[in-house]
Nanobody
Framework: QVRLVQSGGGEVQAGGSLRLSCAASGDILSFNVMGWYRQTPGKQRELVATKNTRGGTNYLDSVKGRFTVARNGDENKVYLQMNSLKPEDTAVYYC???????????????WGQGTQVTVSS
């Protein structure tokens, strides 16, 4: 069994900062990509920031220069540092990991429990 447990988040005023953390545990052979998505009511979940095992990153255009995704490969953790937060960043944020549990398995998506981030103006 694989678990992704998130921490961090909460409420902050516009211009403030928050940090999200996510730790993966369980029967994990290897990772492909880890990162963060977010979702607001009535909208599809969207990619915020991801980082692959080769260090390559992918960011949502609206968060470039403000958010930073980081990974600790030794501890199977991923972080999202969010600076200069705006009210439009308000959403439920989900940790994601594309990982393989056993040899010859495909990489599958696993998700954290979600955490609310609220930015007030």
């Amino acid at each position: 069994q694989v678990r992704l447990v998130q921490s961090g988040g909460g409420e902050v005023q516009a211009g403030g900062s928050l940090r999200l953390s996510c730790a993966a545990s369980g029967d994990i052979l290897s990772f492909n990509v880890m990162g963060w998505y977010r979702q607001t009511p009535g909208k599809q979940r969207e990619l915020v920031a991801t980082k692959n095992t080769r260090g390559g990153t992918n960011y949502l255009d609206s968060v470039k220069g403000r958010f930073t995704v980081a990974r600790n490969g030794d501890e199977n953790k991923v972080y999202l540092q969010m600076n200069s937060l705006k009210p439009e960043d308000t959403a439920v944020y989900y940790c994601n990991a594309q990982l393989r549990r056993y040899l010859y398995d495909p990489f599958n998506d696993y998700w954290g429990q979600g955490t609310q981030v609220t930015v007030s103006s």
